[in-house]
């Protein structure tokens, strides 16, 4: 029994570095509730700053462990006029850290409400799939989704999905090359440095174009994605929940990984 007690006591120290009530919508709800009566005087309604920091982009929030934000809720930041809150219980305090990191990381928002694997049907119905890699399946011409909720916020997939114009990623900028030599090829301008062009084509190959066989170099309006077919608020809604199921980490070189 004693023996046992020292393991337990790190096993009850773990726990309580992560917090216990991250993504709960419920948590996230009670959070912006006590955030609206405590905090929004100094740092705003949105959280977005006031007299304090805009919370929804400061570094404890943001970046920073569960832990590290409990503390400077718990007790203040100190010297300066925020107040300690000691009267709050500790899953008071973890509903402010859910609320809180709700808003700054992508990858803490509570589920997206839908039927994700009707979310899914769609996404194959509607040729998403011949573009986007999800599981290991899928087309390469557009970025690998398995992450997708893990870097953005469902309002930014909102956006991409309805509108993929109105922001193109670097690496699929369209372009249309002349060659000296008379031929025209066309594709997403994958990378370009002194020397070279990488261009990545419809077929998949890659063409690699050296600068002094080039004769132009033409950029093409508007994003490979197509705008899709309209959708009705629910079938938008599953294909959303869907997408916020895809939350592998994400690994920075992840995105343009597919096409090389
Ligand atoms: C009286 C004003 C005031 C109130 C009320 C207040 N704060 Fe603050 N808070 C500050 C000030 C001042 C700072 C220091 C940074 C700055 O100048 O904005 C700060 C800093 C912080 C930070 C660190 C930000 C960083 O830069 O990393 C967090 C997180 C935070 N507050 C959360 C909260 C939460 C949650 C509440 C409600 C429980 C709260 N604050 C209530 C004034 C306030
Ligand atoms: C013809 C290929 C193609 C099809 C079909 C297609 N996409 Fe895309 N998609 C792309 C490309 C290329 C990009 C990156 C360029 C950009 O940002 O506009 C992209 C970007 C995205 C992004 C943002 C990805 C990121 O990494 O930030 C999302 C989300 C997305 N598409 C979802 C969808 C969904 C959902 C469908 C089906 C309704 C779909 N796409 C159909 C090619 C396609």
Not at 33 to 40: D, G, I, N, V, Y
Not at 182 to 195: C, Q
Not at 218 to 229: D, F, H, I, V
Request: charged share 25%; net charge negative.
């Amino acid at each position: 029994m004693i023996r046992a007690l020292p393991l337990l006591l790190f096993a009850v120290s773990l726990a309580a570095a992560e917090n216990p009530l991250a993504r709960d919508a419920a948590a996230v709800a009670a959070g912006r509730a006590t955030f609206l009566e405590r905090c929004a005087v100094c740092h705003g309604q949105d959280a977005k700053g006031g007299q304090a920091a805009n919370l929804t982009r400061a570094r404890a929030v943001a970046g920073g462990t569960d832990q590290g934000l409990f503390r400077i809720i718990r007790e203040g930041f100190p010297g300066t006029a925020m107040p300690p809150q000691t009267d709050l219980n500790d899953d008071g305090v973890w509903q402010l850290v859910s609320y809180l990191h709700s808003l700054a990381r992508p990858g803490e928002q509570p589920p997206v409400e839908g039927d994700a694997t009707a979310g899914a049907k769609l996404f194959r119905d509607r040729g998403c799939i011949s573009c986007h890699i999800v599981d290991g399946q899928g087309g390469f011409w557009g970025p690998g989704l398995d992450s997708i909720a893990s870097r953005k916020r469902t309002e930014e997939i909102r956006a991409d999905i309805l509108d993929p114009g109105a922001v193109v990623d670097e690496g699929y900028r369209r372009v249309a090359v002349r060659t000296k030599d008379g031929r025209r090829i066309e594709g997403l301008l994958k990378n370009e440095d002194t020397f070279s062009l990488q261009v990545l084509t419809r077929d998949g190959s890659y063409a690699l174009l050296e600068r002094p066989q080039i004769a132009s170099v033409e950029k093409l309006e508007g994003s490979p994605m197509p705008k899709p077919a309209a959708f009705t608020s629910e079938e938008l809604q599953n294909l959303l929940a869907f997408l916020d199921r895809q939350r592998d980490p994400y690994l920075s070189f992840e995105r343009g990984f597919n096409n090389y």
